[in-house]
């Protein structure tokens, strides 16, 4: 008996039908993969099998998790646990303090994969003497014992990542879901992952699992694709469905790197008068232009942003750290950095998980600040209130991701890029208003624009928050995973328009654990070990 199937099962959510006939058998020990386009349906897929959503016709899926199939989830679900972005947003945002005043949760690594447990992200009883193993055999599958007193809000995305994968494998389930799992895992991480999760599978664990990316997917599962309302196995010559999703095509998949925007490491100098973003004469600047995020140049491009050249400081440096460490709820993430951004230069940051990467793009940002002892110049000034940062300086990130979940529309998302914080804007002006139709149609989101924020797939989240970015013409934009959930079609418009807009100005800095999300004109590298500059190479 299969552990579930679906046979001709319907979703409709919010009036709109996902899937008109699907048909799926899930059997005992035979892990799948799917992969799909952004708003195929991968994670509703799996919301399904899980049973968060309900089919149109209950009768048309079966659970054999008994001794009798049954259609109802209720006993099913404790033999299921589902591991997502959404589940991980969640978690963030219960440490998060409320905005009067009040102490968000504040769990360890150990307390968090002990509410495995009992089916609740907050721990509301202490575990009997035989949980408390239960939860450190699974700190120490995922390899989490020397991190199983840190708070979850001082650890890295993909520790926290590692963490909630315990937490889901605490109980024993039959069967584990998961949401593009190894998101934000370095390929060390990844590959402890894929092994202590197929000796899991063997054992007669039943994993599926949905990514974007293929190298994100273990070997040893079979593959399938969502498409146009159906999912298809996948043929040992590639899909037998087009992989495509419901919607109009995201962006054009033409290439987006060319050679000609490559400078190799030590030929910078060589460059200077060439038609690339690291040139030195001066642009005529469209003023209107730039609030649409789009320069206009009629001369060569400039190694300047536009919107900064006044002032001999603000000339010179994007930033300046000295003597920085951050710590976090007294953890030191940060420590002892020393280091000059200089105009012209596009950086991309390396480290394994835990190494700062996030914490060093929060502080560029303007969303956390030095210890005392340490100073930090943007745009050539210091001590100037965050406010003012946030046009000028774009951070995207999955911890912003997480924290973004007003009430919000698509639309009303993206136009809070003119204000602080994640609000609903105010009045804006003509030329605001057009920048933000601007951004609905170029990432392709003027059919999403009245949908909720909150209730869209992560990738076509992530696609808003990059336009949000985008919106205010900033000068420096910080990218932190920013492709992670994205389908290649996404991932190759975002770099045209990354490029597009380093020719004309703004300066990027990239953190990946994915060599090729760091575009080819990137001119200088960070490698962070434990909070240190391990290794800083430009030109």
């Known amino acids: 008996m299969a552990l579930i199937e679906l046979k001709a099962a319907q979703v409709v959510l919010e009036g709109r039908p996902i ?110 003497t035989e949980q408390q193993k239960q939860v450190e055999r699974a700190l120490a599958r995922f390899s989490l014992n020397e991190l199983a007193g840190r708070e979850l809000q001082t650890l890295s995305q993909g520790q926290l990542r590692r963490v909630l994968l315990a937490r889901a494998l605490v109980k024993h389930p039959r069967v584990v879901l998961l949401d593009e799992a190894a998101s934000g895992l370095d390929t060390g991480a990844r590959d402890e992952l894929f092994i202590a999760l197929h000796s899991l599978s063997q054992s007669g664990v039943t994993f599926v699992f949905a990514s974007h990316r293929a190298e994100e997917l273990p070997a040893w599962t079979t593959r399938w694709t969502i498409g146009n309302g159906r999912i298809e196995r996948e043929s040992s010559g590639g899909t ?146 965050v406010w003012e940062w946030r046009r000028r300086i774009a951070l995207v990130s999955p911890l912003l991701q997480a924290r973004f979940h007003e009430a919000l529309s698509v639309r009303e998302a993206i136009a809070s890029g003119w204000e602080c914080g994640f609000v609903a804007p105010r009045e804006l002006s003509t030329d605001q208003q057009n920048a933000v139709e601007w951004a609905l149609d170029e990432w392709d989101l003027r059919h999403l624009q009245r949908r909720r924020f909150d209730r869209l797939s992560y990738g076509q989240t992530r696609r808003v928050l990059l336009a949000r970015a985008l919106v205010a013409s900033p000068e420096v934009v910080l990218l932190d995973e920013a492709l992670d959930g994205l389908d290649a079609a996404t991932r190759d418009f975002c770099f045209q328009k990354w490029e597009q807009l380093a020719r004309n100005g703004t300066h990027f800095a990239f953190a990946s654990h994915h060599a090729a999300d760091f575009p080819g004109w990137v001119n200088g590298e960070i490698r962070l070990e434990s909070g240190r500059m391990g290794a800083v190479s430009l030109g």
Not at 61 to 75: E, M, V
Not at 96 to 116: F, M, N
Not at 242 to 252: E, G, H, I, K, T
Not at 284 to 301: E, F, H, N, P, R
């Open 19 to 128: 899937f008109q006939s699907l048909d799926f058998v899930l059997q005992s020990s035979q892990s799948v993969s799917v992969t799909g386009a952004n708003g195929a349906g991968k994670t509703t897929f799996l919301r399904l099998l899980g049973g968060d959503l309900w089919p149109v016709d209950a009768e048309s899926r079966c659970y054999g998790f008994g001794d009798k199939p049954t259609w109802s989830p209720l006993r099913a679900r404790e033999q299921i646990a589902f591991v997502s972005p959404l589940a991980q947003e969640r978690v963030v945002r219960l440490a998060q303090d409320g905005a009067d005043g009040e102490r968000g949760a504040r769990l360890s690594a150990r307390e968090c994969v002990s509410t495995g447990l009992f089916d609740s992200f907050l721990l509301h009883q202490k575990p009997t």
């Open 240 to 385: 037998e469905a087009p992989l495509q999703a419901p919607s109009a095509p995201v962006a054009p998949s033409s290439p987006v790197r060319s050679a000609a925007f490559v400078i190799p490491r030590g030929h910078a100098e060589e460059s200077k008068n060439a038609d690339l973003p690291f040139s030195n004469e001066e642009p005529q600047v469209d003023s209107s232009a730039c609030l649409l995020g789009m320069t206009k140049a009629t001369g060569a491009t400039s190694n300047r942003s536009p919107a900064v050249t006044k002032g001999g400081d603000e000339r010179a440096l994007v930033f300046e750290l000295q003597n920085v460490s951050v710590f976090l709820d007294g953890t030191p993430i940060l420590r002892d950095l020393n280091w000059v951004w200089t105009r012209g230069a596009h950086w991309q940051i390396a480290g394994e998980n835990g190494s700062g990467k996030t914490t060093f793009l929060r502080l560029l940002g303007g969303e956390l600040s030095p210890a005392l002892g340490g100073e930090i110049k943007r745009l050539g000034q210091t001590n100037r209130p």
